[in-house]
């Protein structure tokens, strides 16, 4: 690892009572970089995600973002996510909220921004994300597809500094995936830093930098996304990608 990585993760053990989910995980993500999360259900990648921004602080190991080390200082948590955004499977909008509303709250409270100015960035960021026609609607009145979008131009309107998608497309319908992963791929292509967990092999085919494969809580490979989808993966990641191609 360098000491330049903008996320560096070494040695990070998680466990939940005597569970042992994750297994000495170490990785670091260069800025700009989009890593992708790859591995069967329960190994661990969902957790490793969830310790990046301490919503799971980990058991042992550290983590340090731009340089410092966070896992020490669980306090200013909240500070630290105020920098990373994340997407969960499920979208998790406020309901009575419509679309420009969801992505204005947080920076009135958080950042300070005048109503205007959260309304311009909101409208700016639905344009963004392919939904202006959208601002109106309730989560309710949208696509799964749609929501999620309005999900990433949630968290886009903290001007993050790195995002982290968990499973970002797993509830949705096949023909709403793309619209998201086009989303997610445009982001990755202006330079935004990501850490994305998918079973999406197309999306990590194309906008991937790092592959890293999981299993058992363990990482087992961390490739560029050329040599992972080249033939020359572990045994075991071919394994896993016939059976998830096929």
Request: net charge negative.
């Amino acid at each position: 690892m360098t000491g330049s990585a903008f996320l560096e993760v070494n040695g990070v053990n998680k466990y939940f009572g005597s569970l042992h989910v994750l297994k000495d995980c170490s990785f670091s993500v260069t800025k700009g970089q989009t890593v992708v999360l790859i591995g069967p259900s329960g190994s661990g990648k969902s957790t490793l995600l969830r310790c990046l921004n301490l919503l799971e602080p980990p058991s042992a190991g550290s983590i340090a973002f731009e340089g410092r080390e966070i896992t020490g200082d669980l306090r200013n948590a909240h500070k630290l996510r105020a920098q990373i955004g994340m997407v969960f499977q499920n979208f998790e909008l406020f309901q009575h909220l419509n679309a420009v509303e969801n992505i204005m709250l947080a920076p009135m409270k958080v950042l300070g921004y005048s109503r205007l100015d959260a309304h311009d960035l909101a409208v700016d960021l639905l344009h963004k994300v392919h939904i202006p026609d959208r601002a109106d609607h309730l989560p309710d009145e949208l696509s799964g597809g749609q929501q999620q979008r309005v999900a990433i131009a949630r968290a886009l309107a903290m001007k993050p500094k790195l995002m982290l998608y968990d499973e970002p497309t797993s509830a949705l319908d096949p023909e709403m995936i793309r619209e998201v992963l086009d989303v997610m791929t445009e982001l990755s292509a202006d330079g935004m830093t990501s850490v994305c967990v998918t079973h999406e092999m197309g999306f990590a085919r194309r906008a991937a930098d790092r592959i890293i494969f999981m299993e058992r809580g363990s990482i087992i490979e961390n490739a560029t996304s050329e040599v992972f989808f080249s033939g020359e993966a572990s045994d075991r990641a071919k394994q896993f990608l016939n059976q998830i191609l096929h």
